[in-house]
């Protein structure tokens, strides 16, 4: 990976978010409120920092995946960080969050430039982007957004494949049960 502005990369690359003495990491809390493991979380923040750098370089607005996303999101909370050493010293430029206003106008606005971004991102480095934090348009503006945060100390996740077997299985034996009496 050899972008165009090397010394710009090479201030991305090198940036470290969050104290280097937290016994929870950036990348571990990013993890943890993601349900995701550590070495995922890591290779997240390497593509938000990828994100970062054709925010300032592309030559048109950006727009992230949301894996990339929940590392800005969370690069937001670390506001000393992002606001006073991040985007001054190593971004050289404000990078501000603008989320959707909503409707279709907004809708089709960020999916060409989802887009855009798929296609900047693999002039600039290369190679297209790992499709596992980056997937298609369609996942992410039609799949995505219906995620939603839940506590698993109180909550059972399912996939809804398993939910619809063990829904068919308790029917069925309801019907045997049935039969039965």
């Given at each position: 990976?050899?972008?165009?502005?090397?010394?710009?990369?090479?201030?991305?690359?090198?940036?470290?978010?969050?104290?280097?003495?937290?016994s929870l990491t950036f990348a571990a809390r990013l993890a943890r409120e993601n349900?995701?493991?550590?070495?995922?979380?890591?290779?997240?923040?390497d593509e938000y920092k990828c994100f970062c750098y054709l925010a300032v370089t592309a030559g048109h607005e950006v727009t992230p995946s949301d894996a990339v996303d929940q590392a800005w999101h969370l690069h937001l909370t670390y506001s000393r960080d992002y606001w006073e050493v991040f985007c001054p010293a190593v971004l050289a430029s404000p990078l501000h969050h603008g989320p959707t206003q909503g409707?279709?106008?907004?809708r089709t606005r960020f999916y060409r430039q989802y887009a855009d971004t798929l296609a900047a991102y693999e002039?600039?480095?290369?190679a297209p982007p790992p499709a596992d934090i980056w997937p298609a348009a369609n996942r992410r503006f039609s799949v995505d957004p219906k995620g939603v945060r839940v506590n698993v100390f109180d909550d059972i996740i399912l996939k809804r494949?398993?939910?619809?077997?063990?829904?068919?299985?308790?029917?069925?034996?309801?019907?045997?049960a049935g039969r039965m009496l």
């Amino acid at each position: 990976m050899s972008p165009p502005d090397d010394a710009l990369w090479q201030r991305i690359a090198d940036h470290r978010i969050g104290p280097a003495d937290a016994s929870l990491t950036f990348a571990a809390r990013l993890a943890r409120e993601n349900r995701w493991s550590e070495p995922h979380a890591r290779r997240v923040i390497d593509e938000y920092k990828c994100f970062c750098y054709l925010a300032v370089t592309a030559g048109h607005e950006v727009t992230p995946s949301d894996a990339v996303d929940q590392a800005w999101h969370l690069h937001l909370t670390y506001s000393r960080d992002y606001w006073e050493v991040f985007c001054p010293a190593v971004l050289a430029s404000p990078l501000h969050h603008g989320p959707t206003q909503g409707g279709e106008i907004e809708r089709t606005r960020f999916y060409r430039q989802y887009a855009d971004t798929l296609a900047a991102y693999e002039a600039a480095f290369g190679a297209p982007p790992p499709a596992d934090i980056w997937p298609a348009a369609n996942r992410r503006f039609s799949v995505d957004p219906k995620g939603v945060r839940v506590n698993v100390f109180d909550d059972i996740i399912l996939k809804r494949r398993v939910a619809l077997a063990l829904s068919l299985i308790v029917f069925l034996a309801g019907l045997i049960a049935g039969r039965m009496l």
